[in-house]
């Protein structure tokens, strides 16, 4: 489906960043978006990525109530950058974003979802994201081929080897209509889905998101090496 009802110029294209977690695999003193990273923290890499596409209208950050870092940012002033309080899991922070929209947004407003803990995103990926889904109805991800030889393992025992041909690591940015992204998500809790991101929730209203090949740096912080390893590719 490739058909849309507005015109592109006058589409907007908004961001929501979830940063609610704790990131509890990191063992750190404080939630992994606030671990500092060449002289920032991962946040602000993340966000100021964000910022430097002007395309983006505005980019909502979803940050637990409670939490003791966020004013402390620089980046939490920017006139393009609205903090609102997330939820208890990703997918709750994500609807509440959306739901802090609605009244603004229009049905096919782009919304690019994007993790706190990918820093290294580059803009280039976000250019061809918004290039290549520009006409589509419902929307698409980033993500890479799965290079490794992939075994399937039962109670430590492997007992297959999986065909990776057709096999993707998905990534983020993720982006979707507002309004198709909206219902999904919601029905997708309704029916009790596990929402392990955006992609899966749309896939399961039988909707088709595309897939756009970005760079393998867009790693995810999860565990105390990934903050070594990110730290090399923005010094690239």
Not at 194 to 204: G, K, L, Q
Request: glycine content about 8%; some cysteine.
């Amino acid at each position: 489906m490739t058909s849309t009802t507005q015109p592109a110029s006058s589409v907007k294209y908004w961001v929501i960043v979830p940063a609610a977690g704790v990131g509890s695999r990191m063992k750190a003193d404080r939630p992994k978006q606030y671990l500092p990273l060449i002289n920032k923290t991962v946040i602000e890499h993340t966000l100021e990525t964000l910022l430097a596409h002007s395309t983006l209208s505005c980019i909502l950050v979803g940050v637990s109530p409670g939490d003791q870092y966020w004013e402390q940012l620089p980046t939490s002033l920017k006139s393009r950058v609205v903090r609102y309080d997330g939820g208890q899991e990703r997918v709750d922070t994500v609807l509440c974003g959306l739901e802090s929209i609605a009244d603004k947004a229009r049905p096919d407003d782009w919304v690019l979802v994007h993790d706190v803990a990918r820093p290294c995103i580059a803009t280039d990926d976000i250019s061809q994201l918004i290039v290549e889904l520009e006409g589509h109805s419902i929307g698409g991800i980033l993500g890479v081929p799965v290079a490794d030889t992939v075994k399937k393992v039962v109670d430590g025992c492997i007992v297959d080897t999986v065909d990776r041909s057709s096999l993707w690591r998905a990534f983020t940015p993720q982006m979707f209509r507002y309004e198709p992204l909206l219902r999904s998500l919601k029905n997708g809790l309704k029916n009790g889905l596990v929402i392990t991101d955006e992609a899966s929730a749309i896939e399961a209203e039988g909707l088709t998101p595309i897939m756009i090949q970005g760079s393998a740096d867009n790693i995810k912080i999860t565990q105390p090496g990934d903050l070594e390893l990110a730290e090399i590719y923005l010094s690239r």
